[in-house]
């Protein structure tokens, strides 16, 4: 069953979202049988498929834009320097946490390679280990590890961050516990379909639930089964949501989508971090889904990226 | 049938927030019955009973803050001032478009109230004749009259001014319709619940269906039975979001929730307007109906009232 796309909901978005739409395929019966499709058993499998698709993209990211990828350790964690031919400043660059539920994707996201490319910077994305491999905090750890070391590498106002969905609350407890240990921000954040709350609260997750790329259930019980062991959902340093946060945090765009199950997410991180005097902006785009962002040619993704580049380059002047 | 409301989407809004959406009433066989029930002849008891409500809240707040409010006629056209009892300046002034779906409501909204109260400005609120006894244009044009009359007696960078719901298209198309005749813009623009698109398009129309406090079907039904007569509803000085923007036209806040059927058309216009690089900001505010704004005391709505303020503030400093 595709998703549904009334008339009136497709003629407010670009012919390539409504065929990307058109062509989701949903997953029937998803409420029952999530807590079987998210055993740690399927995860490789899943894994191998999500990323056969995701080869294919990322591949010709790297070709189009003649981008260099190689691999490095910082503080025993590897990490991926993704570089454009001609960097413009070599001396700024980009921390990158990808997304991925903690258990899909790997350290060449389509994120960290758009953006090197599109913002000519070198990004340095976080190669963390997967659960159900690593369950938390290892990632975090990971995270906070390559964090620390990319600011005294690089001046930290000279480094932007970027995560996507997973990545979020990854990223936002590293500057959290950077906070803590009394090290220095970053000059800024772009938070793409943010997972500020696992906790499965919020009313994208119901709204948006048999409208986005997966449903929200198996999201939630995939994170459950597979990465957070014994944690609480909602200790602050597994969902952002539940952080105190003050001015000193850097300033952060959101990236969102009508679609989204993360939505609510995203606007009530917005909240969060604005009624704290911390500079926040909020990108949500019409009829667009759980990471819209990150197709390469997709219309709303490319007016979205520009919009975030906006708001970066004015913080790295 | 009350609203759902799940757990998770309670636990991501106020208690008070919660409570109301528990007592909303829902209307069965809405898709079926809204071509009747928006008939021309029962606009009238529709009007009584809505206003009968309204009458309590609106009498409370100016009981409460001491207002005053005076008919005058700009131009033929009655228009009502509320003012504080000492407003800062009284050379800084409000112009209100109510909204109602061109049928219902008064130029003494709780918005023109809540902002008189709030800003400490004298609000001038126009009295436009409401449908089906007046068709497209009438309104429109009345809400222009009283704009011609303002920006004479008021330096145009003192004026701010709002509109809610169905008072935005009116609102809208008076700028531009001032902008063709040359006329200057005023300083600033607050847009509550925008009706920006009633042709029908947009994704929240379908997905806050049977969650916001009105179905969309029933709303469209009304304002085509009523209002529209001849027009066509993607006019651009019909829906605004069909029309042409400029970098001339007035910094603009847009305040929707994520229950909101017109959250959609609040969407595409922050984007519409962004894009030819007018000032504007989008406050989004989680599980929040349309028109949540002018609950006098909801969190949620005193929360984003206050944003609004210190959006409009800046611009007439």
Redesign the interface.
Known sequence: MPL?L?L??S???SSEAARFLQNVPTIPFAGVLSPFIARPSRVPSMRAQFQKGEDVVEENIIAKYNLSVNTITLGDVPVLVISPPKPTDPSRIIYNVHGGGFMLGTARDRTALLFAAEMNMIVYSVDYTLAPEAKYPVAQNQCLTVYSELIQKFDPQHILGLSSSAGVPLIIAVLNRARSEKLPMIAGLALFAPAT?IS?????????ES?DVMPPILSLELVRQNYLGTADPKDPLVSPIFAEYGPHFPPTVMITG??DVM??GA??F??KL??VKVQVE?L????MWHGFNWEPDLPEAI?VRS?VRKFLQELIK
Request: hydrophobic fraction near 35%; avoid cysteine; glycine fraction near 12%.
């Open positions: 549904s009334s009136g909901q003629s407010a978005i709350d499965g609260a919020g009313d994208s997750l119901t709204f948006n409208r009508t679609r939505m609510s606007v009530r917005y909240w604005r009624e909020i949500i785009m019409e009829g007016q919009a």
